[in-house]
């Protein structure tokens, strides 16, 4: 049985996933982990929170206490300090987050108070006061032992919070970051600030690529320029297979006499698992794995197919061998589109947001419109033989972890 279009390019994605090599871990401190991937499984030192603590600024007292209507204070429990005892018939004023005293069983706030020098008088009736309240028990948010956060997290400022708060040490194991090499191939291509001919183009795919990584704290990239020739692509190939976990070539991977990536990645000792999937811009794109399990992408040389390749099939499989874990769900919009084109495969069209959360299709000439791929905010995923009317997965150029 035949696998829709869809299905038949996960299952090629799924297939080189499968043979690639994830990158060890290390340890490091804690300070210095942020926006890396989480190497290990992170459990409680200790109960959360590790005392009885107070949920409010106000007065920890006996409940059966608050009938006297007004209480002598007989000291302070701040945050931080250690538990008071409260004695029979007197009160604690208490901050929040201060350890609830010993003998306290609720927590009336400073607002249903009126507070004197060394007394305070309670203002609402005894019977609305609970047992409890306002106190945040010992444990309930983990207990000693729990499961924090597991291996694969990207770290960010939340889990880093949970780190500090819940590691007993100073250092954790993380993934290393993934060494990406970036090869832009093509004998046309020009350096920015160099004399540039009508017939000649800018190298604008290795900044793209370059600068849709730099944000990542788990990628490590440099790029090279290389020319349309068999003997430099394959030793520039064979130099980043050396030093990379990852290598992303743009050029070179369609079926024209200068298209030697394909060759050069067998003779490096890598193996294309596929070539040429049902989708636009993009349909020559190539997936590998090199010899020592790296990932090798080749994406097409025009650059909303670079972009758009890269975002959908290179970065998930770059995150893959980062350790992260968590596939990536993508968000439907609603778009609005001018016109009713089917395509018999998978299309990506370029969209722009607009105030109101729709997705609107730009006009575009193709894979070389970089002016329509500098006015978009990502693109949405139309299936083939269906019309851009109604909802599509929607892939922005920064995603839930950050730009890209």
């Not at 889990?159 to 100073?170: R, T």
């Not at 600068?211 to 064979?238: C, E, G, N, Y």
């Not at 978009?376 to 892939?395: A, C, H, Q, R, T």
Request: include cysteine; charged fraction near 20%.
């Amino acid at each position: 049985m035949q696998l829709p279009l869809i299905d038949s390019v996960t299952a090629k994605i799924d297939a080189l996933r499968q043979r690639l090599r994830i990158v060890p871990t290390r340890s490091v401190l804690i300070d210095e982990c942020l926006g890396r991937v989480l190497g290990q499984r992170l459990f409680s030192f200790r109960d959360s929170p590790a005392v009885d603590v107070s949920a409010m600024d106000g007065y920890a007292l006996r409940l059966q206490d608050a009938i006297l209507g007004r209480m002598s204070v007989h000291g302070i429990a701040s945050a931080g300090a250690k538990p008071l005892v409260c004695p029979a018939g007197q009160a604690i004023r208490i901050f929040t987050g201060g350890a609830v005293p010993f003998g306290a069983d609720c927590v009336v706030p400073r607002e249903q108070c009126i507070e004197e020098t060394n007394s305070v008088q309670i203002t609402v009736p005894v019977d609305s006061i609970r047992d409890g309240q306002h106190i945040r028990r010992r444990g309930e948010n983990g207990l000693k032992g729990a499961l924090i956060l597991e291996q694969g997290t990207l770290l960010n400022g939340p889990a880093i919070s949970s780190l500090v708060s819940l590691s007993q040490e100073d250092r954790i194991e993380v993934f290393d970051p993934v060494r990406i090499s970036i090869l832009n191939t093509g004998d046309e291509l020009v350096d920015l600030g160099q004399p540039i001919q009508d017939w000649q183009i800018r190298d604008s795919n290795g900044p793209l690529l370059s600068t849709m990584l730099a944000s990542q704290a788990w990628a490590r990239a440099h790029r090279k320029k290389v020319p349309d020739d068999p003997v430099q692509i394959r030793a520039a190939l064979s130099q980043a297979l050396a030093e990379s976990d990852a290598v992303i070539l743009t050029g070179g991977v369609s079926m024209g006499d200068t298209d030697h990536v394909p060759k050069s990645i067998v003779d490096c000792g890598g193996e294309v698992v596929f070539h040429r999937v049902p989708i636009r811009p993009g349909k020559p794109l190539l997936g590998a794995v090199g010899p020592k399990g790296q990932v090798i992408m080749g994406l097409p040389g025009n650059p909303v197919s670079v972009a758009v390749t890269f975002r959908k099939y290179a970065l998930p499989l770059l995150r893959y061998v980062s350790g992260m874990r968590g596939e990536e769900i993508a968000v439907r919009v609603p778009i609005v589109c001018d016109d009713a084109k089917t395509l018999e495969l998978i299309w990506f069209r370029l969209v722009k947001l607009d105030g109101s959360g729709n997705a609107m299709v730009l006009p575009s000439q193709g894979s070389g419109d970089i002016i329509s791929l500098s006015s978009s905010d990502g693109f949405v995923e139309i299936p083939p033989g269906v019309p851009s009317k109604g909802s599509f997965p929607f892939y922005p150029w920064t995603d839930a972890v950050g730009s890209i």
